[in-house]
């Protein structure tokens, strides 16, 4: 089992295997939202805290409170967002220096 979805299901409490193609159908859709979102392509191991968000995006997703996520979770999506562009600067910062 793939180590986000083992993440996801415990995190949910969920103990049986007949929700795995849907759980794994909100991953790959939090992936999305996310990646959509900073227009940067994560990893998504376990101990960086973008997962975090992406786990508790498929909660929300999970338990149809989709639409309160944003809401809820606007200061980390923006720390995000912020740090991806922060990223992305020093990498252009980089490369026009001669």
């Given amino acids: 089992m793939p180590e986000l979805l083992k993440e996801l299901k415990g995190r949910l409490r969920i103990t049986w295997d007949d929700e795995d193609a849907e759980l794994e159908r909100i991953i790959n859709r ?34 149809n409170a989709a639409d309160e996520f944003e809401k809820n979770f606007a200061d980390e999506l923006k720390r995000l967002i912020l740090h991806v562009a922060l990223e992305k600067r020093a990498v252009d910062g980089e490369q026009e220096d001669p």
């Avoid at 939202?33 to 997703?61: I, M, N």
């Fill in 30 to 63: 939090a992936k999305s939202y996310l990646e959509k979102l900073t227009s940067k392509a994560f990893s998504f191991e376990l101990d960086q805290w973008e997962t975090e968000l992406l786990l508790e995006r498929c909660r929300y997703v999970y338990n």
